[in-house]
Every structure is written in structure tokens, then in C-alpha cells.
């Protein structure tokens, strides 16, 4: 399967505790993205990266979450410190660039629970 | 970035044709319109992109008026397996791919 793969696919935490989700992107695919959600909602855009490059992050993005993309490739999400309000789906996107870019290609996202 | 609105929920039989509405009135010039679905516990799934009049593929077809304050998502016979949360999105490359999603229609499809 050549997909976006995200790894976990479920994460319990107690609050206080560090976590990191990995995502692999489509091999040829530049750009990756990271998106949030929470139930009853659409997909919220915290973070994009072109190559290894972090390009934006939304002021979703507090000081406690950090990405990374290493040459260009795996992308790894960090939440220090999690607070409850941190329980959400946790989804990565990958895709070509260009103009346009609308057409990404999702994972099937984390699923991040903080008890 | 256009602001859309789409009924939260609509019911359909299978068979049926299904015709989900988006409207986007500040709409830019050089923005695209873009559909999304997405089932329980999966990540969205593109369906289909247009700027103007009508696009069409093996899934769905766009038809956007000729102002391109509003869209229209058509869905010919549906079946139980297209229940899902369709979303609206509208934006121009300038945003740099970022997508911006609201909260959808979720489309339940009856036997």
C-alpha cells in the first residue's frame, strides 16, 4: 500500500505526558501536512511542511507541539505536556504542491485520548 | 479565505440522486472550489474540484453558476456506502494548500 500511513493509530495518555505521532507520506509527495479534529468537526490546519522545510504553523500550534520532517520524508508530530483538551484526531496529509494543491492525500489519523 | 455554508445534514434512499449545496458569496476571483468526503474514523478523501460551469468525473459531478457565489455537489445514485460527511471548501493557491474545512453535511443514505 503506497498511502499516508500514521502510526499510532490510537494513543492513551495520562495529562502531563509527552507524546509523538509519526506519519509517512506518499514517497514522492513534497509536501505534508498536519490537521486536527475534534468531534462534530471539519479537519483544523495546524502545520505544513515543504520537503523538510516548515513552511506555516497555525496558532493552533501552541509552544507545547513541535513538528519535525527530517530529510523531507517521515514527519513526526510531539505534544509535551498533554491537557485534556488535547484528545482529538490527529491527521496527516500529504501532497505534491503546486498550484492549487487541494487534492491531499490523508492518513487515517491518531487517535489521541488524555485521561 | 470565502466563508461557506452547507446544510449540516441531509437523508437520502439508495438510488437516489443527491444534490448537496454550498454557498460561498465572497468567493474570490481566482478561488477554487473543492469537495471533500470523509467517513467515521478515516481521514477526507477528495472528490472533485472546479472552477466554473460544470465538472464532472467518476464519482460525482460540480455544477457552479456562473456568479460562483454558491456550488452544487451531485451524487448520482447513492447507496448506503456513501454515507458520509461531505465538505465545501473554497480558497485559491495562494493559501499554499492549506485547507480550510468547515463543518460539513453529513449525507445519511436509507435502504
Known amino acids: 500500500d503506497t498511502g499516508v500511513s500514521q502510526n499510532p493509530r490510537h494513543k492513551i495518555t495520562k495529562r502531563g505526558q ?3 505521532f509519526r506519519c509517512d507520506p506518499i514517497s514522492e509527495h513534497n509536501r505534508l501536512y498536519w490537521y486536527r479534529q475534534t468531534l462534530g468537526q471539519g479537519p483544523e490546519f495546524l502545520t505544513y511542511f515543504q520537503n523538510e522545510a516548515q513552511l506555516e504553523k497555525s496558532r493552533l500550534l501552541s509552544d507545547r507541539f513541535s513538528a519535525e520532517r527530517p530529510k523531507g520524508s517521515f514527519s513526526t508530530l510531539e505534544i509535551q505536556r498533554t491537557e485534556q483538551g488535547d484528545s482529538a484526531m490527529y491527521l496527516c ?3 505534491l504542491g503546486g498550484q492549487g494543491d487541494y487534492e491531499q492525500y490523508f492518513g487515517p489519523g491518531t487517535r489521541l485520548t488524555v485521561t | 479565505l470565502a ?3 452547507q446544510p449540516i445534514s441531509m437523508d437520502s434512499y439508495e438510488g437516489q440522486e443527491v444534490n448537496i449545496t454550498c454557498s460561498h458569496n465572497n468567493i474570490a476571483t481566482n478561488d477554487y472550489i ?3 468526503q470523509q467517513f467515521p474514523s478515516q481521514g477526507p478523501r477528495f472528490i472533485i474540484q472546479g472552477y466554473k ?3 464532472t468525473n467518476e464519482v460525482a459531478s460540480l455544477f457552479i453558476p456562473a456568479d460562483r457565489k454558491s456550488s ?7 447507496s448506503l ?3 458520509a460527511v461531505y465538505y465545501c471548501l473554497v480558497g ?3 493559501t499554499l494548500g492549506r485547507l480550510y474545512f468547515g463543518r460539513g453535511t453529513q449525507l445519511t443514505v436509507w435502504p
Open chain 1, 18 to 20: 509527552n507524546v509523538t
Open chain 1, 93 to 95: 496529509a500529504s501532497s
Open chain 2, 3 to 5: 466563508k461557506t455554508t
Open chain 2, 34 to 36: 473543492t469537495w471533500y
Open chain 2, 53 to 55: 460551469t460544470k465538472v
Open chain 2, 72 to 78: 452544487t455537489l451531485s451524487l448520482p445514485r447513492v
Open chain 2, 81 to 83: 456506502s456513501d454515507t
Open chain 2, 92 to 94: 485559491a493557491g495562494s
